[in-house]
């Protein structure tokens, strides 16, 4: 079965520095796909930034980078320069194969932006 | 462009009572997703269709629970005769096979509260 494992359940930054929010996961697919979603405290989810299983570059969008260790079944999520409206819940969730149905979800961690 | 709504966004009722709710997705996708969140942790998938067809179900989808998209258009989820353990936030998404990532778009939520 997939599992995801969020381990920091919070995090601070402060603004304009690089956090890291780490991801591991567990799947014996070969086929797979890593997503991150922010949730602000207003309760929607935020698609992030997507990651697959065979991509051989690490994504980037804009701020967000994600830093994809295959091996170790590692997909970190890199935000660069902080800023005040990026605190909010993290999650990182997978989708077995390219065109799976559904997600499963870590437990995510809080990221609090210091001024 | 208009995103994925719900209705109700809070819901209050008492235990044994049955409760209805929508979720409109973006209109061009054909696939819809109902997830359930409980506090502090990350959505765990309930059901999904693809256009009218409920294709999968979840082991957490009780007999109690029943989750409709009669024109594979809006969805409507239904718990009958509502426990204290179905307070939680039920979250609706929507997606479209043919973006490249088929990333999920959530609504805001409707949070159900038994009391």
């Known amino acids: 079965a997939q599992k995801i494992t969020q381990t920091q359940p919070g995090m601070f930054v402060q603004e304009k520095e690089a956090v890291t929010l780490d991801c591991t996961y567990d799947?014996?697919?070969?086929?797979?796909?890593l997503f991150w979603y922010k949730q602000p405290s207003s309760g929607e989810m935020i698609f992030l930034i997507y990651?697959?299983?065979?991509?051989?570059q690490n994504a980037t969008e804009g701020r967000y980078s994600l830093n994809f260790q295959k091996a170790r079944k590692s997909a970190n999520l890199v935000i660069s320069a902080s800023q005040l409206g990026d605190s909010a819940m993290y999650f990182c969730?997978?989708?077995?194969?390219?065109?799976?149905?559904?997600?499963?979800f870590g437990a995510g961690t809080i990221l609090r932006v210091k001024s | 462009d208009t995103g994925v709504s719900q209705d109700p966004r809070h819901k209050i009722t008492k235990r044994g009572q049955n409760v209805t709710f929508r979720c409109d997705p973006i209109s061009e996708h054909n696939r819809l997703y109902w997830y359930r969140q409980t506090l502090g942790q990350g959505p765990e998938f309930l059901t999904y269709f693809q256009n009218e067809a409920q294709l999968e179900k979840s082991r957490l989808l009780s007999d109690r629970f029943s989750a409709e998209r009669p024109k594979g258009s809006f969805s409507t989820l239904e718990i009958q005769r509502t426990e204290q353990g179905d307070s939680a936030m039920y979250l609706c998404?929507?997606?479209?096979?043919?973006?490249?990532?088929?990333?999920?778009?959530f609504g805001p939520g409707t949070r159900l509260t038994v009391l």
């Open positions: 998404a929507s997606s479209d096979l043919g973006r490249p990532y088929n990333e999920q778009f």
């Open positions: 969730a997978m989708r077995e194969g390219e065109y799976g149905n559904k997600l499963v």
């Open positions: 990651q697959g299983s065979y991509d051989e």
């Open positions: 799947t014996s697919d070969q086929s797979y796909g």
